[in-house]
Each structure stands twice: as C-alpha cells, then as structure tokens.
T-cell receptor, first 110, second 112 residues
Framework: QKEVEQNSGPLSVPEGAIASLNCTYS??????FFWYRQYSGKSPELIMS????GDKEDGRFTAQLNKASQYVSLLIRDSQPSDSATYLC??????????FGSGTQLTVLP | DGGITQSPKYLFRKEGQNVTLSCEQN?????MYWYRQDPGQGLRLIYY???????QKGDIAEGYSVSREKKESFPLTVTSAQKNPTAFYLC???????????FGSGTRLTVV
C-alpha cells in the first residue's frame, strides 16, 4: 500500500469550475500536510499547508483535512488555465520529514 | 533574495562516470534533502541531512553519495553504481516544523 495516494488523473475541468484534488495517507500519526503545485519542467512550489481538522482557505484555494478518515483535499475555485499543473500532496509526522504522493495532473480548459 | 540554487540546470553523464550536483541555500535552513523525480512517479527521497556533518539515507540511496560540510551546501554525487540515473533531481530545504519545503529549480541529468 502506498503511504500517500492521490487520485491519479489526469483531471480536466472547464474554466471557472471547481477542481477537486484528493489525497489519502496511511500513517495515522501524520501531523503536517501540504499541497504543492508543479508546472511542467519546473520544481514544486508550496501553495497550501494545513495541520488541523477542517478547512483552510487562501484566495481561490481551500485545503480540507480529516485526520479520522486520513484524507486531505484541495479545492480550486474559479479554475483558470494558469492552474493547469501537477499537484503534489505531501504528508509527514513533522514538516521536516515529508512523503509525497505521485501527483494529480490538472488541466483547465478555456 | 534568499533561496536554493541548484547547478547545473542540465547535466549529461557518460557511462561509468561520477557526476556531482550542486545545491546551495542562503535561507539559514537546518534540514536539506535530495529527491529524484521520474515521470509519473512523484518524488522519491535519496538522502537528507538535519544538521551539518550528519546525513541519512532515504528510500533510494543506492548509487548516490552526499556530504554536508557546511550548513549552506548539500552536494549529491551520482556514482557509476547508479545504473539508471536519468531523472530530474530536486534539492529542498526547511527550517523547522510548519514551514514545508523550499525547492531549488532542479537539475535534469541524462545518461549519454
């Protein structure tokens, strides 16, 4: 069983729609959860972090965490073509030791 | 501006050759990491270092070596023992808990 699993995609949504990206993890004592965006040929950039159950909003992005279900998600509202990228979920017992999922490729269609 | 600098951006290795990838940070971060990324496989941890003069193997350390003689620098050597080194190599660093990783721009290594 993979430690961090993401919906494999690729995921396509029309411009202006909500994109929903999902991630499950196996280590019950995980405390730190991050979402990274990676454009093709580029390095990952941190877009969201979440540590407590519930929702965390930052602009068009909302991260949702449910530790009981070992599930973390990222919602992108009003999706734009510039959001087209691979999104990586990272989970760890601390922020200094993260495990990454294999990523979900998102395409936002104009 | 603070950040992580990886060099070179592109590197070509001949069979049987060792090559070294550079990673330098001026963020005053304690922990540094090396990841390998292959298409469709996400990031796999090669080595990491939490403090100077100390480092640990990650999931795929065979055929690689590192050193951490300075806080700012964490070079990765890809040895001839690594039989399939063609990949995108990413260096990252972090300060303490709750900050996540900052990544360098990566080095794309190709065997010729």
């Amino acid at each position: 069983q993979k430690e961090v699993e993401q919906n494999s995609g690729p995921l396509s949504v029309p411009e202006g729609a909500i994109a929903s990206l999902n991630c499950t993890y196996s280590d019950r004592v995980s405390q730190s959860f991050f979402w990274y965006r990676q454009y093709s040929g580029k390095s990952p950039e941190l877009i969201m972090s979440i540590y407590s159950n519930g929702d965390k909003e930052d602009g068009r992005f909302t991260a949702q965490l449910n530790k009981a279900s070992q599930y973390v998600s990222l919602l992108i509202r009003d999706s734009q073509p510039s959001d087209s990228a691979t999104y990586l979920c990272a989970v760890g017992r601390s922020a200094r030791q993260l495990t990454f999922g294999s990523g979900t490729q998102l395409t936002v269609l104009p | 501006d603070g950040g992580i600098t990886q060099s070179p951006k592109y590197l070509f290795r001949k069979e049987g050759q060792n090559v070294t990838l550079s990673c330098e940070q001026n963020l005053n971060h304690d922990a540094m990491y090396w990841y390998r990324q292959d298409p469709g496989q996400g990031l796999r941890l090669i080595y990491y270092s939490q403090i100077v003069n100390d480092f640990q193997k990650g999931d795929i350390a065979e055929g690689y070596s590192v050193s951490r003689e300075k806080k700012e620098s964490f070079p990765l050597t890809v040895t001839s023992a690594q039989k399939n080194p063609t990949a995108f190599y990413l260096c990252a660093s972090t300060r303490t808990a709750n900050y996540g990783y900052t990544f360098g721009s990566g080095t794309r290594l190709t065997v010729v």
